[in-house]
């Protein structure tokens, strides 16, 4: 018998979702004091525990689950690293210089935006009805103001033709899918500066006009070490540091396929005009995983185990269509119909389903959206995007979830090779010569170092595989360890990339759980799940006064002791002041200390979507607390164990 | 009733050790295939998810336990933020350059080693025992070949006097105390350049002279945005991060003191020669907390809980009587005693010792030096270095527990601020001006944004704390927002800064956990405490054939649901090696699965250190393993609960 709290009763307000985020520092412009600097976030007290926990559930769900091999790799990069990548040559933007200015401006943003403003000053000089104005829309208006001027119908043809080429997306700068698609990707520098010429695009900030484009490389630069000799760049993405461990991660797993990588960790991106607050953004934290696949076999061991999840997938025959209209569908029909193309690559899209709806995310904005066959590279059979919607449409979650080839660089590796002196080996062994060389073959690095060992004592024996033993001389063998150089394998593992850049899947989680009370639209609410709640209990003493000392500290050590991250609230000012300020911080309970728990040791508990408040014996309530805050029972049990407070005192 | 186990029957083999690290994948040089860069490394499977398990302990054990507020700030920063802080200017080292091959030296270490070198050299040729070499003077000798070569008396003598100034230590070349103190530091350039010319001081590896000592600035520079007019660096450290969102921790905590910050993250140095393995590194993650004290008042709430805690301490005055035997202390002791100068830092060094211990450092291995008064800054009132015991000798695991003045740079910020027209104020009010005054004075910033927003209504009604009325007209009373510089705040702070290095512990720990089986040194073992072993139990088995898969799956699927990390090897290989390998890999606990498995579903339980084997049914193990791990109980325990294994069938 809960309350019924209407949390759409207010619209999405952004701004008041935002105010909120700075006021409680979730988080804040880095550096505000000095100005700030655009595309650089702090986060503060309850941004890093979010951020932190919603890291600890990934690395559960994914890295201790999977039993995936983890790594940590360095942000800082030698050149040659990413050139040999073609991140140098291509992990670029075009960008324009505003003639007078000097100000830096993307190219595609440039046509995108001044087109944009044209047509909806067209359609208002027209005296058309606008498109009722989305948040996006609003944006971009800010961007370049619209004035109400109509254009001839052809050039509104023309233009609509160049937003929809534009939309219709790329042919990617970036072959290895790691740089985000954008708008524009398939047109060059020199048909952007046609368009700025023919279309006199101008600046929209100044209407000064633009110089030529000119591709802008968005890795940081730096140098390493002393001699100034050595430039590096600060990591784009973690994959490299996967890709170029690949030899040894396989050493690690007995050399067996399938298996996974995966790695927390920063990576930086000099972003020309970063404005979207977290979803664009300079230094950011991603959780990438590469999992290698044979090629041939793309069975998954567990697929059963998500064969009946269900999810909403827009796959590229309704897009084909113009429609938008995304299908709910098992995991397993969408494999069996072929809608998905495999086990691992439906396996992976059913995990990460289930690990966004754990943090929080709204199943109803969630869905995964095939790439059309032109977004794909060329050797890409089938790619996903998990998509949150927010406030800004539907935004990638991190990288789409495609298969791709791994290993295009040759590899370099050390190894310890084996080399026959032939001509001895035969005459010494004659028809076992055979069985012999076969035997070292088979040998892995380890006993190929042992028996190199024993070679530099004067003889090794080595055992064939039907027990046969036989006594080498260094004569016959050397076991030397050399550099090696591959650029063909047995097969080339294809590789699934699920990733989350987690300032978007954090930001977007705290849109979806934002809320107002209906009762007072002032009175905002972060509903975030108690897996994930930076807080997860609020210790209210009724004042800060002595008394209530030994108390606090008493249910203070006892929610330690089971492991409950809870925090006091002794400030001077009312309890419902105190628990709307939680209620912004996203604590989901509450438990208050006054004059009856002096005397009875009794404690009231408050849920905070509900405010539903509940009573019990000190330990009663830290008992059920821990119980929800584990996931053991939800709020519902919880009010079977403890009686509602009717308190004679209404404390908000 | 456990086998007893000799962990020091072989003497500590430090080749050996590294050879394991690098075998496993603990840490590796990273761009190993591109040639490797100094100072770079790649931490892999059993590194990082040891890392992340020391991480998340010092995230319980600090931060959820001492309720600080976390923070997660930005790596890349705008130069003004370095120069206002003096990490620009003096955030150096003393390099010198071989005038032919353009090498690179640290100055410091090259005045240290020649004349280490030379003394060594004079040592042999009087004919003098050399002291027994330990593992650091093996390492200097490497680095500057010895020579058997007299000195005249007075050249010793003056080579001691020079080795014995720059022993100790520092007028800091960084205030702030972030610089690690390094030998030399009261040298200026200038005395170096005098030096090497006076001794004639050359580059032990090619024998050529030295230019004249330049200072190199250890930070990475980068640039900020296209325009490359925003030079930026990559932090040398986090401490900036909390310091400048001071203002906002502070409004966060409700404007009390004292509290914590805390942080874990990326920090960057570009060292001249890096070559200690994870001791000195380019890019190293570090755990740091700032503790704001008042200076006036550092006693610490939970003194109490931590007085009984010894330690082992090497105070001042040991130090100054030339004694190196530390003492055994309670904190308690300490801080009565003065030893330890006040609650706060006694608390922290306790609290360090403990999560030391919690995580496998050997106690005994383990002290807190004070600093001297020479090597402490002039504002620093007591500082201690908790100080690791490894093969090269005591090093320091971060920054020094030093207590130092915050804020040393005035603060900006925006703050509401009331603006009075007295003369107004004065005739309407009269007598109860000043009470008004007092009452809008007493108000927090968001009290005042309520009262901004009244008066732009038209009026704002306050309240007295007597409880008295008053309405105020914008024409008495407005509020702005208003940028504030401030240089002087009621009181400074003191901070207090406990913070790791995570690579050194890492490394620390890795050492303090390796030795040799006593039958056969060639069978490492690393003893990590499960709490923070990358694995706790590895499932066995006996050979990877069909009829196991069930059980495999079962066991597996049975220590996910109890949250425990298993890995499963069924490589082709013997039991025997599969325990020996995961013994290298830190593995607390085996189970294996054989054929009595399969009819009696029993299952064996091996321990990592004794290799006793116990047997159960598998729940039983399952769940005595649960219990092991999560510190319920110790091997002794288990072993009453589950009968010794006498299998027909001996596995290692």
Redesign the interface.
């Known amino acids: 018998m809960t309350s019924t709290v209407n949390k759409t009763a207010h619209p999405f307000d952004k701004p008041r979702l935002e105010a909120l985020l700075n006021r ?2 979730f988080y ?1 412009p ?5 100005g700030g ?2 595309g ?6 309850p ?3 979010l ?2 926990n919603i890291i ?1 559930e990934w ?1 559960k769900h994914f890295i ?2 999977e ?1 995936m ?10 050149a ?2 990413f050139e040999t990548s073609g991140h140098v040559a291509r992990f670029a933007d075009w ?1 324009v210089k505003d003639a007078k200015t ?1 100000d ?1 401006l993307r190219a595609d943003h440039l046509v995108k935006n001044v087109l944009e403003a044209r047509l909806a000053g067209d359609r208002e000089a027209r005296g058309l009805a606008a498109a009722p104005p989305t948040e996006d829309k609003k944006k971009k208006k800010k961007a370049a103001k619209t004035t109400a001027i109509k254009l001839e119908d052809e050039v509104v043809a023309e233009y609509e033709a160049i937003l929809a080429q534009a939309g219709a997306l790329p042919l990617l700068l970036y072959p290895l899918q790691a740089r985000r698609s954008g708008p524009l990707d398939n047109y060059s520098g020199a048909d952007i500066w046609e368009l700025c010429r023919k279309h006199n695009l101008r600046n929209p900030d100044t209407d000064n006009e633009v110089g030529e484009p000119q591709l ?1 490389n968005l890795m ?8 100034g000799q ?1 430039p ?1 760049y ?1 990591r784009p993405e973690t994959a490299q ?1 996967h890709f ?2 690949f030899s ?2 396989l ?2 797993n ?1 050399g ?1 396929i399938p298996f996974a ?1 995966a ?1 927390i ?2 990576s ?1 991106r ?1 972003e ?1 005009s970063p404005r979207a607050g977290l979803l664009r953004v ?2 950011f ?1 991603m959780a990438e995983i590469e999992h290698y696949v044979d090629p041939e076999d793309k069975r998954h061991a567990r697929f059963n185990e998500v064969r009946d999840v269900k999810v909403v997938l827009l796959d590229r025959h309704v897009q084909e269509a113009g429609k938008s209209s995304a299908q709910e569908i098992t995991i397993g029909e969408a494999v069996d119909k072929g809608i998905i193309a495999n086990e691992t690559l439906g396996y992976f899209v059913a995990r990460i389903y289930q690990f966004l709806l754990k943090i929080g995310i709204n199943p109803q904005r969630l869905r995964f959206r095939q790439h059309m066959a032109n977004e794909m590279a060329h050797y890409a059979t089938d790619c996903w995007d998990a998509e949150i919607h927010n406030s800004t449409g539907w935004t990638e979650t991190g990288h789409p979830l495609v298969v791709r080839q791994a290993l295009k660089e040759p ?3 050390e190894r310890e090779v084996a080399e026959w002196d032939k001509k001895t080996l035969g005459k010494t062994f004659k028809q076992d010569a055979g069985v012999i060389q076969k035997t070292v073959e088979a040998m892995d690095q ?1 006993q190929l170092v042992k028996v190199k060992g024993e070679l530099a004592q004067g003889k090794a024996v080595i055992t064939s595989s039907e027990g046969k033993q036989f006594e080498l001389s260094p004569e016959v063998l050397t076991i030397e360890r050399k550099t090696i150089k591959q650029s063909i394998r047995e097969y080339t593992p294809n590789v699934i990339e699920p990733s989350f850049g987690l300032g978007r899947v954090l930001y977007t989680l705290l849109e979806h759980s934002f809320w107002s009370r209906e009762q007072d639209v002032e009175r905002g609410v972060l509903s975030l799940p108690p897996l994930v709640a930076p807080t997860k209990v609020l210790i209210v003493p009724l004042s800060a006064r002595e008394e209530f000392d030994p108390l606090v500290k008493e249910v203070s050590s006892k929610f ?1 002791k089971a492991g409950i ?1 809870a ?3 002794d ?1 001077n000012t009312s309890i419902g002041k105190r628990y709307a300020r939680n209620d912004e911080l996203g604590t989901p309970y509450g438990v208050t200390l006054d004059f009856a728990s002096v005397q009875n040791r009794t404690m009231t508990l408050r849920e905070r979507d509900t405010m539903d408040q509940r009573i019990g014996s000190i330990d009663e309530v830290v008992g059920v607390v821990t119980d929800l805050v584990n996931g053991n029972i939800e709020w519902e049990e919880a009010c079977q164990r403890l009686p509602a407070y009717d308190g004679v005192q209404a404390i908000e």
Chains 1, 2 share one sequence.
């Open positions: 409680r520092f804040a880095a550096f505000e004091i000095y600097v655009a650089l976030y702090d986060y503060g007290p941004g890093s525990s951020q932190a600890a690395r201790v689950e039993h091999l983890e790594l940590d790799t360095s942000i800082m990069t030698p040659p690293v960008m000097g830096v802008f940081f630069t730096s140098s390493i070490g002393p001699t050595h590096g600060l540091g170029l461990n040894r991660l050493d690690f007995n067996r990588s790695q960790g920063r930086f000099n020309i300079r230094e934290t590899i370099v590796f380890e330690r991250f925090r006091v609230d400030s």
